[in-house]
């Protein structure tokens, strides 16, 4: 398996709401119950500063989050589970 990483790094910044569903609404990721709700910023770099074009901020459970993360825009056409199954990258 061939993983490209391409110059486009996205960061991500991932926080606790704090609260649980029942206030910040189902995982975006899952669409289950979240005891803790989390939210992730998508950004990329650019020019000096960032970017949030393209990018996707998300609510839900952190892991689902992270496993939500793009490795870059090369790899969007691998398998899904090999994003699933990928190490935990915080
Ligand atoms: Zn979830």
């Given at each position: ?40 910023i ?33 790899t ?15």
């Amino acid at each position: 398996m061939k993983v490209k990483i391409k110059n486009r790094s996205y960061q991500y910044t991932l926080v606790s709401t704090g609260g649980s569903s029942h206030k910040y609404g189902v995982c975006e990721v899952c669409k289950k119950h979240c005891a803790e709700v989390f939210y992730q910023i998508e950004r990329v770099p650019y020019s000096g500063g960032y970017t949030k074009q393209g990018c996707t901020n998300l609510f839900g459970h952190q892991e689902c989050l992270q496993n939500a993360r793009r490795i870059d825009e090369g790899t969007t056409s691998l398998p899904r589970h090999d994003f699933d199954t990928g190490k935990t990258r915080v």
